[in-house]
């Protein structure tokens, strides 16, 4: 993989990956408990960098980008196997956000 990618493109990808190095996919639940152990990676990351905890003396320090990138993958396997369309998803949840908040945010007094 290299260059820009689409969301449609990476799903590809990492559905070919998953069959050709990955054997076959987690199963559903499998994966949920690997996006939450991602997902309370990143969590440690940025409790640690912007919040009050610190890094333990003998921490292994990660890449928050690679952490994120680790959620994504999980979730990308998610939606493949369960036939989500990740493009279609993004797009109609970015609609219903810009309906239901196009105002809500600017009108809100604590954001000023």
Known sequence: MSGEITV???????DEW???????YFSELTNLAQLVEEVGEVARIMSRTYGEQSFKG???RRELGDELADVFFVLTCIANQTGVDLTEVLRKNFEKKT???GK???D???LR
């Open 99 to 101: 309906l239901r908040d």
């Open 8 to 14: 449609r493109e990476y799903q590809r990808e990492v």
């Open 108 to 110: 809100n007094p604590k």
């Open 18 to 24: 998953i069959r050709e190095v990955g054997v076959r």
């Open 104 to 106: 809500r945010h600017a």
């Open 58 to 60: 003998d921490e292994n």
